[in-house]
């Protein structure tokens, strides 16, 4: 599958083929982290989200990994389809201010 | 009901114009946020509202005037905008307090400011 070791705006892929999306974080309080998925015209969508005290969790297709250490999040699709081409944000939640603040956003283009 | 609706879908406005953009949840969301989202850009915050109380306010220009009048709704009142303020407004909420629930958004207002 493909994937990226470090943010890049856009990930080209091929019908069937895995993706991994990945996503700098900035605040190491930070203690909840969301995946969106974000379709031209339209609101960001909940994909996955994971708590600090967790390093992995999976959905259905997907699975986010956190790595704390290194404030890194990435976001893993199975079998990406024509339907998951999007541009996914990352999301951090401060836990004082109660801020969710979104990262820069990958753009997913899935070739049939 | 896990919806969050925003009104109108478009708005077009002169910069002497004054509007409001709206939005409306009821799933008992305490915490509601408006975003702004530039083209190809992630959405920025700019206010949230805890309680219907302005708890966080980005220093955003006083041309753009946050309103919760209860727990179910949320303006945004716009007045002398400039064109540069054309983008996607997006508001959110979420259950207040716990550690890790999502937020939920609206599809957004696009407006333009001409």
């Known amino acids: 599958g493909e994937s990226v070791g470090l943010h890049l705006p856009t990930l080209s892929v091929q019908e069937g083929d895995n993706s991994i999306i990945n996503c700098a974080y900035s605040?190491?309080?930070?203690?909840?982290f969301i995946w969106y998925k974000q379709e031209s015209g339209k609101g960001p969508q909940f994909i996955i989200d994971?708590?600090?005290?967790?390093d992995k969790r999976q959905g259905q297709r997907v699975t986010v990994l956190l790595n704390k250490t290194v404030k890194h999040l990435s976001l893993q699709i199975a079998a990406t389809q024509p339907g998951d081409s999007a541009v996914y944000f990352c999301?951090?939640?401060?836990?004082?201010?109660?801020?969710?603040?979104f990262g820069q956003g990958t753009t997913l283009q899935v070739k049939p | 009901d896990t919806e969050v609706t925003q009104t109108p879908k478009h708005l077009v406005m002169g910069m002497t114009n004054k509007k409001s953009l709206k939005c409306e949840q009821h799933?008992?969301?305490?915490?509601m946020y408006w975003y702004k989202q530039k083209a190809k850009k992630p959405p920025e915050l700019m206010f949230v509202?805890?309680?219907?109380?302005?708890?966080i306010n980005e220093s955003v220009p006083s041309r753009f005037s946050p309103e919760c009048p209860n727990s179910s709704l949320l303006n945004l009142h716009l007045h002398a905008l400039q064109p540069e303020d054309s983008a996607l407004y997006l508001c959110?909420?979420?259950?207040?307090?716990?550690?890790?629930?999502?937020?939920?958004f609206g599809q957004g207002t696009r407006l333009t400011v001409v």
């Open positions: 994971i708590r600090s005290n967790m």
């Open positions: 509202y805890s309680y219907e109380k302005l708890s």
């Open positions: 799933m008992g969301h305490r915490a």
């Open positions: 959110a909420s979420r259950p207040q307090g716990g550690q890790g629930t999502e937020a939920f």
């Open positions: 999301a951090e939640k401060d836990p004082g201010a109660g801020k969710l603040i």
């Open positions: 605040n190491s309080a930070s203690d909840y």
